[in-house]
């Protein structure tokens, strides 16, 4: 039997589901990075467009030969994660929506699906399409900052919300959609034990699905150290996918974990701190590319695991296939084509072509090189912090975190601009609240100093810590300089 379209059981107990399967954690897909080139977007679009028309009658076929087909996009990820992925997503952001953000209203988004529903009460996929979108919202209400900066007010909406996915779910066999696990994972920060339920339904998830990769990832994801696991877990971890699934299942595992993390951290800090070796994720991309192809949030990181690796060999093995797919109009590949003339990997050191290549991918709307091409006029002579501004602002209107901090560390130089401290903060500010610890730093420096904010030393060592705990070197120096 399936739900009606009201949770019927309170939302934190246990669901009985072929054995007992737990609420587990919330947690964003680890889908590739969305852009036009990889048919990721475009899937999105039409999916959505056909909730958005009205044309219901289309939506449970295509669930349907999505689960049959197992399609997946480049790099491996299934398309029906996507085509739930576009049905639940929100406008303004922040959702956890696998980087696609609606193009309709969530007043219109809910009202469509509750018609899909009202029209096919049977229907599975309108009742998983319908949890998915709740917890977008609930992921919308709070937000992704830490949870000592969550108001109570966002707390409640965002519990509120994900009792509403709950009662969408209640009675539905993960058996029969691979997404319903997703969705478990995803509701479990909630739950009373977070770490239990992520064993609990990774276990029976990769048991039914062994090949659904984000299962893997979202583990991973969850075994750091700042959620909920211990020193050394993630890495052994990671190694243990080697062996078990071991094999060509293995090292695409692993290298959808290096992925995550990598959209976390630093590449450097992954393969130093998290202690994921490079030839390990060198072989398990390798392995992706032969079996799956490569997405372009793969290429992305596979080229800063080459930079923080020093690989230079492997670029100029891989510089060939990006230089095509760059003068094809690729904007992702024009843009890693573009670093690796910055860094000299691959190819010889030559700042004027590597701001051909970002010119041409920034001109698309690819938000790392806008933010790349500004980097460059900020940095290299002849300097131009105007210019530099200009495209800094153009990647900030994608949240593109690291210009955020840098458009506040050019207010607060007075490069380009008129010296301005407090718009300096308000610019950290964002960056800081999307978890970029440089941003952290700067903005705790500015309440240390009372420049644009109020002096505030708690918020100044509150701010900073988080930096230092994110590992920044910067900030460790600056707290053992200034014990309290």
């Not at 399409?129 to 966002?154: C, D, L």
């Not at 490569?294 to 800063?304: A, C, P, R, Y």
């Not at 094809?328 to 051909?356: P, S």
Request: aromatic share 12%; proline share 5%; hydrophobic share 40%.
């Amino acid at each position: 039997m399936f739900v009606t379209n009201k949770p019927r059981k309170p939302w934190r107990e246990v669901v009985s589901l072929a054995g007992s399967i737990i609420i587990s954690m919330a947690l964003t897909l680890s889908v590739p990075a969305w852009a036009k080139d990889d048919g990721i977007f475009e899937f999105s679009k039409e999916v959505e467009g056909l909730l958005a028309s009205n044309q219901l009658d289309k939506l449970e076929p295509l669930a349907r030969d999505l689960r049959a087909s197992d399609a997946r996009f480049p790099g491996g990820s299934p398309k029906l994660s996507g085509f739930y992925s576009a049905l639940g997503a929100v406008q303004g952001g922040n959702c956890g929506c696998g980087g696609y953000e609606s193009t309709i209203s969530v007043e219109k988004k809910e009202a469509a699906l509750k018609q899909w529903i009202d029209l096919h009460p049977q229907s599975l996929p309108a009742h998983v399409a319908m949890a998915q979108f709740w917890i977008a919202n609930a992921w919308k209400a709070r937000g992704h900052g830490y949870a000592n900066r969550i108001s109570p007010e966002q707390w409640k909406l965002y519990a509120d919300r994900m009792g509403k996915a709950h009662g969408y779910l209640v009675g539905l066999n993960p058996k029969d959609d691979p997404h319903i696990y997703l969705e478990y994972l995803k509701l479990a920060d909630a739950a009373a034990s977070p770490r239990k339920t992520l064993d609990l339904v990774y276990a029976a998830a990769i048991r039914d699905y062994p090949t659904d990769y984000e299962f893997y990832s979202m583990r991973a994801e969850r075994l750091q150290e700042k959620w909920y696991g211990s020193p050394g877990q993630l890495a052994s971890y990671a190694e243990s996918l080697l062996h078990s699934p071991g094999g060509e299942i293995g090292q695409i595992a692993y290298a959808f974990v290096a992925g995550t993390l990598r959209s976390e951290d630093s590449a450097a800090d992954v393969l130093q701190r998290k202690w994921l070796p490079w030839p390990s994720v060198k072989q398990a991309y390798q392995v992706m590319e032969k079996r799956y192809g490569f997405s372009n949030g793969d290429w992305n990181s596979l080229v800063d695991y080459i930079n923080a690796a020093e690989d230079g060999p492997f670029a100029v093995e891989l510089l060939p296939k990006l230089r095509a797919a760059a003068e094809d109009g690729n904007a992702t590949a024009q843009a890693n084509l573009g670093w690796l003339y910055v860094t000299g990997l691959g190819a010889e050191k030559d700042t004027a072509e590597a701001k051909r290549w970002y010119q041409k991918a920034a001109d698309q709307g690819e938000a790392t090189a806008q933010y790349q091409l500004g980097w460059i006029y900020a940095h290299v002579d002849p300097k131009d912090y105007v210019e530099a501004m200009r495209w800094y602002q153009s990647a900030a209107k994608q949240d593109k975190k690291e210009a955020l901090n840098n458009i506040g560390s050019l207010y607060e130089n007075g490069l380009g601009v008129k010296q301005d401290y407090a718009e300096a903060a308000r610019w950290y500010q964002r960056a800081a609240t999307k978890g970029y610890f440089r941003s952290e730093l700067h903005l705790g420096s500015l309440y240390y100093r009372g420049l644009g904010v109020p002096h505030d030393e708690a918020l100044a060592y509150q701010w900073i810590g988080l930096a230092s705990d994110a590992g920044d070197n910067e900030a460790k120096q600056w707290l053992e300089q200034h014990p309290r």
